[in-house]
């Protein structure tokens, strides 16, 4: 079973907008953390927050959390052609050394 | 920097066959893993190794067996393969040993079982 869930599953928009994408997941979190998957490549990594934090940013990128409603978003500003790929949650469960557990991911298309 | 490096990139099997997926890291990581990325079910965790000489199952281990064989490279096996195991694998590493710091992937392997 899933534990982080994305949403929107696909998302368009333009060149110069903002991306914003939720995750959701299910049980206690040590951490999460956000990916990027360009097509027919592996997993990039983006950002990690952890369950003490509340929002993070890295260049255009700002992550937030919500322990209380477990869930996270992830902001993409002023979006890029080069932004379009896959993005995915993943989540640190509390009691799981070693693991983590990975959403269904967003498919984001910014076009010119 | 070759970081996490995967081979074969590519490979077709039929039902039965088996084979082993190599995967091997520079990075000194103590922690590497196995995951199947589906349309549409995300990445599933196989198997993972959080230190030499330990290996441990994941979320989907029926079907698959891996070896440490020392602390840069961590192999996945498919004794005889089925087509439900059809996928693309990826393999990881990470420093942590017991904590959850971020993943240095590899490219892939696409695996077709015909």
């Known amino acids: 079973s899933q534990q982080g869930e994305e949403d929107p599953q696909a998302l368009s928009i333009q060149e110069g907008e903002n991306a914003t994408m939720n995750c959701s997941y299910k049980t206690s979190i040590n951490n999460l953390q956000w990916y990027r998957q360009n097509s027919g490549r592996g997993l990039v990594h983006l950002i990690l927050i952890r369950s003490n934090e509340r929002e993070k940013h890295s260049g255009r990128l700002r992550v937030t959390l919500d322990t209380s409603k477990k869930s996270s978003s992830l902001l993409i500003t002023a979006s890029r052609a080069a932004d379009t790929a896959s993005y995915f949650c993943a989540t640190d469960l509390t009691g799981t050394a070693s693991k983590l557990t990975f959403g269904t991911g967003t498919r984001l298309q910014v076009t010119l | ?114």
Not at chain 2, 6 to 34: E, I, R
Not at chain 2, 37 to 54: F, K, V
Not at chain 2, 93 to 113: D, P
């Open chain 2, 1 to 114: 920097n070759a970081g996490v490096t995967q081979t074969p990139k590519f490979q077709v099997l039929k039902t039965g066959q088996s084979m082993t997926l190599q995967c091997a890291q520079d990075m000194n990581h103590n922690s590497m893993y196995w995951y199947r990325q589906d349309p549409g079910m995300g990445l599933r965790l196989i198997y993972y190794s959080a230190s030499e000489g330990t290996t441990d199952k994941g979320e989907v281990p029926n079907g698959y067996n891996v070896s440490r064989l020392n602390k840069r490279e961590f192999s996945l096996r498919l004794e005889s393969a089925a087509p439900s195991q059809t996928s693309v694998y990826f393999c990881a590493s990470s420093g942590g040993r017991a904590t959850n710091e971020k993943l240095f992937f590899g490219s892939g392997t696409q695996l077709s079982v015909l």
